[in-house]
């Protein structure tokens, strides 16, 4: 088992910044790839970031690029997720997440274990 805990969100303004945490215990962190997703109302769960066991790997969806950097500190057991340039449009709760493997997933089926979430709300 992994018991996953997300702290950062909060409400900023459109072109800030925020940085989420999420920090792991129970089943060796480091063997496992990690993810953020993020759901906004009435919208599915989205992949948003995702990275290897050791970092060396990552995966950004397209409207993230280059403005989110996903990383992990694997002697601290947590992953963070950097935002830059915020739109109106990143408004949702985000949630870590985790596969019971140690390569990336793209794909939200296999992703087995999941935080509580924390919003994120960005005003224009």
């Known amino acids: 088992q992994v018991q996953l805990v997300e702290s950062g969100g909060g409400l900023v303004q459109a072109g800030g910044s925020l940085r989420l945490s999420c920090a792991a215990s129970?089943?060796?962190?480091?063997?496992?790839?990690m993810g953020w997703f993020r759901q906004a109302p009435g919208k599915e769960r989205e992949l948003v970031a995702a990275i290897s066991l050791r970092g060396g790997v990552t995966y950004y969806e397209d409207s993230v690029k280059g403005r989110f950097t996903i990383s992990r500190d694997n002697a601290k057991n947590t992953v963070y997720l950097q935002m830059n340039s915020l739109k109106p449009e990143d408004t949702a709760a985000y949630y870590c997440?985790?596969?019971?493997?140690?390569?990336?997933?793209?794909?939200?089926?296999?992703?087995?274990?999941w935080g509580q979430g924390t919003q994120v709300t960005v005003s224009s």
């Open positions: 997440a985790a596969p019971p493997k140690s390569t990336i997933s793209t794909r939200k089926s296999e992703y087995e274990y």
């Open positions: 129970g089943r060796t962190f480091s063997s496992l790839s």
